[in-house]
Every structure is written in structure tokens, then in C-alpha cells.
């Protein structure tokens, strides 16, 4: 099978043996609680304030890495990308952030390293998202540091980060620094949620996690990455690769109502150098919304991004910007979260981001080979 | 000009004279306040806490029918159905807004049938939706009779309604007589947002009135109406009619990660007679979302609704979903809100909504017809 064809999952979660170990010392959220259940151990993960149903079940498929291998062989997925899961460093202090990042980098280096060959290819199996220690309190030389030893480990192709920056959020002046110092050292920045929107938000009734899940995350991604494009982060910093989790979120649907509203505030449309939609066609965005509906929409708010690059022709064809919004867009599956209910040979999370990729209106097999697994060895540099 | 080519705009609104007198009279918001600005009066309206700049100017055309009039024989707007804007009732007494209910429904049958005729038809020009008295503390009796007043006055053809209820939120048991006598009556209910998300979200930069309306809006709409499904409001009154502001938010673009979330939760699963996406096909979208894509995604989403329908064949082609889906979409303008900048013979908002309509891939003259006003006419049994 030729490199191009391969089946690459760059959302994919780990809590290191180190991290797994701090959770379990732990007395508050987000925190690893040992109970008994039937006899046996029960180990339940609480990462969020007021769980429902006692946390979630947890297991090796969270820091194992022989459990990650066997659901890739599972899948088909012959690479992952993996990343620390949230809330990850969010929590601590910063000396204690910036020794545990340092370590963990260091950790994840090593699990990549060590793991297996991909078959006919120099690469192995398993590459990573380093941490930085994004926290209150911190110093820029730190995470300046930090950013200088994830370039230098050779398995880490970017970082994944939160949405609240040093304090005050992504929209911070103060990550300038940051910012730059990532494009620079060509480190794709995944943007994943984990607080999503005060949870008055979802009333009194007992949805389980499903408020929360399906709509704060992706809201709290959608915040994130417009304050982003708001504070010309963008404009300053043209070259950063910043790849969003599942597929933006409500970004693309609300892209051109703020156009809109960004037009009506004279203040800030002062500001930025184009109009939203623009920026869109700057980011990445993974695969993992679970319709095919919803991706073929994503691929057509990339490309109309060229619509808004000032002196281009006006349209393109639908099934060309179709076809080239593709490019932007990678697989995922969000694994070892949402597995499934009974015991079965395949995800159904997996199975369904799958088979949404095959069955994308006017997507040809050159497009969701791309989106399968080509785009990720353009983006992490791995050919 | 045949009736079913006219030009309807379903989301448009209006402060009633008796309105802006409560308005006036008040010292918190929702208020509008006059000072004088370069020796003139100058009103302003404050309807959020912490309105940026002062607060939006405001003048006749938020209250004066001629106005209204104005507005759309500049844009060639042929009929309108025109509802209260936001925050309608929410921040009354139960007594007072049940008065005030029945004197604005009055107020705006008034409204609505000293408008002009309709040229070469037996309509006005102007319908409305009327106002239910959705605070807490309301009795059930008294929202059943506002029901009951509204489906007797002629030109009122649904509500409007926040996301709130009489308290706790649309999905609260308590509204389902509510829900059962405006199925029963016919009424189309709009759901059209107020609050957002709680403004932490938006951090500490200043980006006008960007933020709170390009996202948080929607995120309300689609978090209300994402309680309304869970419920199993649709499940319990399979005709109502619901109408969601702003092509439903983020509703569609999250609406398969919705569907994956609640299969992955079984004490929610179990509640629902259908996959979340099914609810989608029975729901109302207008086609305010200010771009081509937008509408297209929301159309396959209405469409792909059969998919999951029990017992049918499993795909469409994407063209006909894309067509049949129009048929749920309605145009609007939002105005008052939204005035261009400069002194200019059309609004840019307005030319933007309608241009989006225009170039919909995939949608022919029909299609266009059927959103620029001819589902219009069947939604609000007009002919």
C-alpha cells in the first residue's frame, strides 16, 4: 500500500502513565477515583465538575500503549497522532506545569519511539502532540523552552493546547511570543476544548453528558478560534498551522453571520485585514463530526475562503471547492473516548467518521484518500 | 406577478408604540434611553447588560409601520410577517406581561390589517406573531387564553419566543399545554434568541457587539432547541410547528455529533423515538445565515432527516436532498437590526441574505422561488 493511501487518525487521545499517576493522587476533578464495583477495581475518571453517572470507566486504553496499537490494527489505522486528553496541564500551578510538560514531552518522545515500524516506510507508528505549560503565572522563557525541546524531539510533530491560554484566553497579546515562536519551529497547533460554556446553559434536566459534549465543546472551539481571528492573530502570524477539533465546531456555520456582524462594528472590521470567512481557509480542521453532510460543508468553507482573497476571481465551481477544501481537512476518531455501548469488533464512533469521509457528495477516491491520511503526512511533515 | 414569486421576509421585527413607552419609562434594560447628541435627541436602546458604545442608536424605523413599508418596497420585500424584538416580555411581572401580551397582540393585528393590500391578491402586506406572556409565576390558564386570543386575531400567524419558558427553559413539562394548544391552533412558533452564553465566554478584549451576536445567538437557539428534542418535545407534538431564527445556529453543523453523543448515552438514547438528525427534517429554518454554503448544508440536513426515518431507503441523491431540503427554508432580513453603516439605497445585510439565496449550488428557480417567499405562503396558510 503506497504511503499516500494509509489510514491516519490525528485525533487521538493518551494519558501518560506520569499524568495517570498524578490523577489517581488526586482529591478534586480532575482526578482518577479507585472504588470497588462487583468485587472488583473501578476506576472512573472525573474531569469535569459535577459528572454524571460517577465519571466515566477508565482503563488501559487510556495509557497503554499496546491498547492503542490494538484499536489502530482494529480500525485499520496504520499512524496515529497522539495528544495528551484535557484538561492537561490546565490545573496546576506553573513550576509544577513546566516540570510535568517537560517530563511528559519527554514521555510521549519515548512511546512514540518505541512503538512499531509502519510497514514498508522509515516511519513508525505513533507520533505526538507535545505539551506546553499554558498556565497563569507562567513566564514566556518558559514556554518559549518548552517549545524549543518539543522541535527538537523527533516524534513531536506540534502541540495541543486548551482555550484559556495563560489566564485570559487565545486572544491574548501576551502569547505573541508563543505564536511565533510555533510558527517558526513549524509546530502544528491542535485546539481542542475541555470547558465548554457555563453549564446554566443546559438547565435542570439529567442529559448525561450530551449538553456538554455536543454542543459546549465544539462552542468553546468556536469561541476560541474566532477571539483568535478577532485579536488578528492570524494577520500577525500567517504561517501557524492550527488544526481545530471535531471540524471546527460551529465555526463554518457561523462564519459568514460574523462576516456580518464584524461589517457592522466599524471597530473591529477596522482591524483585521480580511473578512472572516478568509481565515477559514488558513486552518485545518479534523474529520471527526460524524456525517458526511457536515464534512462536505467544511470542505466547501475552506475553499470558498479564495472568494475573499482580494483580486482573485469571484466563484469557483462548487465541486471544485468541494474537491480542494478537502486538502485541509484529517481523520479522527477521538479514541479511547466514545466507545462503544456493548462489546463490538469496531467502534461505532470510528466506523460512522469513516464511512461520513466514503460517502462526502463529490468527494473522488483522491479526496478522502487525502482526508484519510494524506493531508496529515503533508501537515506533519511525514513525507 | 404570480403569488408564489413574491418576496416574503418571515424575520423581521418591531418595538410596538407600547413598547418603546414601557421602554422609555424604564431605568434598567431593557430601556431606550434619549439624550442629545450634537443639539439633537439622540435614543439609544439597551437591551444587553454592558451594551458597547452606549448602546444602538434607534429611530422610527424600529416602531413606526410606515417605516416598515419603506424598508420593503426598497428591497422589493412583497409581504412581511413581523414579530416583537427581543427581550419581548421576559423581564415582567407575570400580571404585567400578561397584560401587556394581550394589549401588544391587539396592538399588532392593528398593525398588520391597516396595512396595505397586497397588490393583485386578497392579502396585506403585513402578518404577525404575537406574544405569549412567558414569564415565571404565569399561570398555564393564562398563556392557554393568550393562545386562544392570538388564534382568533387574523394576521397573527404564530409567536415568537424566547428560549427561556416561564423559568426553567423550553424543556419544562410545565409548557406542554402550551406546546399541545399551539399545535392544535396551527400557530408557528419562531424561536429567536435573547441572552446567549454567559458573556465569560467572550474574555477581556474589546470586540464590540461581534462576539455576544455572531456566536452567542446562535449557541442559544441551538442549545434551546437541542433541549427540545431531548425532552422529546417533537416526540409528544409531532405538528408543531417550530421556526428557528438565524437557520438554527449551530444545530445542523453539530446535529451528527448530537446524534453520536446520545448513542453513546443510554439512559438519553432510550427516551427519544428517533436519531437526533430526524428531529432536524421537521423543523423550520429561516435563511438568514448570510452565505451560499450555509443554506445548502442546512437543506441537506433538513433532507437527510428521511434517512432516518424507520422503513425508508437509505440515501437520496445529494441534488434532490438539496432541493427537497429548501422547502423547510424561509428568507428574512432582521431588520431593524443590522443597518449598513453609510447612507446606502439597499442594506448590505439584506442584499447579502438574498444573494446567498441566489447562489445556492444546486437550487433552480423554484427552489429560490420557494424560499424567497413560496414556502412562506404555506408554512402561515397564506394561500
Redesign the interface.
Known sequence: MALASKLIDIHTHVYLPRYCSLLRSRTSVPRILTSTRDGKPDDRLLILDHEPSGGRPVGPQYWDRDEKIKFMDRHGIDLSVVSSANPWLDFLSAPEAKTLALELNEDLEQYCSESPQLSSSSLKRLYGFGLLPLVPGISTSSLLETIDQISKLSYLKGIIMGSRGIG??L?DEALDPVWAALEKAGLVVFLHPHYG??E????????????P???GF???T??AT??LI??GVFDRFPSLRLLLA??G??L?????????????????ASRLKHDA?WYLGKLYFDAV???P??L??VA??VA?SERFESGRPANMP?TVARTLGSKRMLFGTDHPF??P?QSTEKW??VV?NLQ?IDSV??WGQAEKEGVRGGNALSLFNLI
Open positions: 485570559k484566553g486572544d460554556v457555563d446554566k446553559a443546559w438547565g435542570d434536566k439529567d442529559n448525561g453528558h450530551v449538553l459534549l455536543a454542543l465544539p462552542f468553546e468556536t469561541i474566532t477571539r478577532l485579536a471535531h471540524s465546531g460551529a463554518p456555520q457561523l462564519s459568514s453571520r460574523l462576516a456580518s456582524c464584524i461589517d457592522h462594528d466599524p471597530v473591529v470567512r463530526a460524524y456525517g453532510e457536515e462536505g460543508f466547501d468553507v470558498r462548487p466514545f466507545p455501548l461505532k464512533s460512522e461520513a457528495a463529490g
